[in-house]
């Protein structure tokens, strides 16, 4: 039977990503990796299956309800696949790692699945690369967080990005000193989060609040911009609450001070998004022109508690398929995808062709044959449309005009007579003609 196009048709939220767009997605991973490992961070690798009530206990309603279940025939119970790592992390930590000793460094590349709307572009696949820091309760291991968010996007080339802070304590003392609860504060927490003032004021006037809370529930929405924010703040809340997390932002913001990263920040307070295990400082990271975080993170001192062995703790994790989109066009991500040689051979005797490949993979070059019968307009075209970068002739033909060199690689006579350094430098570029 043969199958329909709408029939072999993917799922709508996953994607296939062929070897260009593969090639890059690696690139950016590498990379990632790199700037952790310089920080001390080792990498682990986590099951793409869990037990759904293991799981559950490190995620909120939110990633809960995210999560795709389905009954295991051999256990009989419900598994899940992760809809975020860090919860992985901490059950790692808290049951695999309790006789190690404190600090963890820990870093991932992972992907999980999450249930969402159907959106156009919304992707159910995401591709997560970061770090959890375990069992540091200090200003300090905020700090790091932020400072390697920022080093990596710098590695990366990215222009234009800004950390945005905040610390969810902050409103979270806004909205206890308050007394709402229920569904008006559920309500007045979306309000704040799209930092709608008229919602807030609705809000208000609906449900009685002390006049003191009411300043602090109006100030919300309007709590974001550089550093006067936390000024402005300071002379209108009066809970201990959150007045303790304005002092925490203002420690973590000196020691960035210090990183010399400053330029890069923003300050939210008024941002009550984020997953529901987060307990202080958390962060975001947006690209000029691009509305969605390339990556998020921040303090949770709660999570690995909930598997049997509490410690503090704060991470936070890049979404790869968002940074793809904003660095793809970056020449420097290119060379992942390209292949450093097709060879093109004339002879009848194949020897002299592997021999070169072996070679040319020795030295550390990517190399192709073209095992393909067909002349040697066709193979240069070939290798302009697969993103390979140099065809090299292998040939007894005086056509050619190639010799045999002393290494015993056979080459155009007419870019000359090279050493093994210089072999790029000389043959003809398949791609210069794009």
């Known amino acids: 039977m043969i199958l329909s196009p709408s029939d072999i048709a993917l799922p709508r939220g996953v994607s296939d990503f062929l070897p260009e767009a593969a090639a890059k997605i690696g690139s950016i991973e590498d990379r990632l990796l790199r700037v ?62 309790t006789t190690l000793p404190l600090p963890h460094r820990i870093s991932y590349s992972e992907r999980v699945l999450r249930q969402t709307e159907i959106q156009a572009g919304r992707s159910r696949e995401i591709f997560q690369t970061g770090v959890e820091l375990i069992g540091l309760d200090s200003p300090e291991a905020d700090a790091e967080m932020i400072v390697m968010a920022i080093e990596a996007m710098q590695v990366l080339g990215l222009d234009g990005f800004t950390i945005d802070l905040g610390q969810v304590e902050f409103c979270q003392g806004v909205f206890q000193a308050s007394g709402l609860t229920g569904e008006p504060l559920q309500k007045m927490r979306e309000a704040v989060s799209r930092k709608d003032s008229s919602a807030v004021a609705a809000l208000l006037n609906e449900h009685s609040v002390s006049p003191g809370s009411a300043g602090e529930l109006n100030a919300l929405p309007r709590l974001f911009g550089g550093r006067d924010v936390l000024k402005t703040a300071k002379e209108i809340v009066t809970n201990p609450r959150s007045l303790a997390a304005l002092e925490n932002l203002q420690q973590v913001l000196d020691i960035l001070d210090i990183h010399e990263v400053s330029d890069f920040l923003s300050i939210d307070l008024g941002e009550t998004r984020g997953l529901d295990y987060h307990s202080g400082i958390t962060f975001e990271g947006f690209v000029t022109g691009f509305g969605e975080p390339v990556c998020s993170g921040g303090r949770y001192d709660n999570l690995t508690g909930r598997y049997g ?39 009848s005797d194949r020897r002299d062709v592997l ?41 007894d033909d005086p056509n050619y005009k190639a010799v045999r060199s002393l290494d015993g690689c056979i080459i155009p006579i007419d870019k000359g007579m090279i050493a093994r350094p210089g072999l790029l430098n000389y043959i003809e570029e398949s791609q210069g003609e794009n």
Request: charged share 25%; net charge positive.
């Open 309 to 347: 062995c509490a410690a503090p703790a704060t991470g936070f994790t890049f979404n790869l398929l968002n940074l793809l989109q904003t660095v793809e066009r970056r020449p420097e991500l290119q060379g992942g995808a390209a292949t450093d040689f097709l060879l093109f051979n004339t002879c």
């Open 36 to 97: 952790f490992e310089l920080w001390g961070f080792r990498r682990v690798i986590t099951p793409r299956l869990e037990y759904e009530d293991v799981l559950a206990t490190g995620m909120g309603d939110e990633l809960k309800g995210k999560s795709y279940r389905f009954d295991d025939r051999q256990s009989g119970r419900l598994l899940a696949l992760p809809p975020d790592i860090t919860p992985q992390i901490a059950r790692i930590a808290a049951t695999r790692m």
């Open 355 to 395: 021999q070169v490949a072996r070679q040319l993979r020795a030295w550390g070059y990517t190399t192709a044959r073209d095992i393909i019968r067909r002349d040697f307009t066709q193979s240069l075209e070939y290798a302009k449309k697969m993103n390979i970068r140099c065809m090299l002739v292998i040939s």
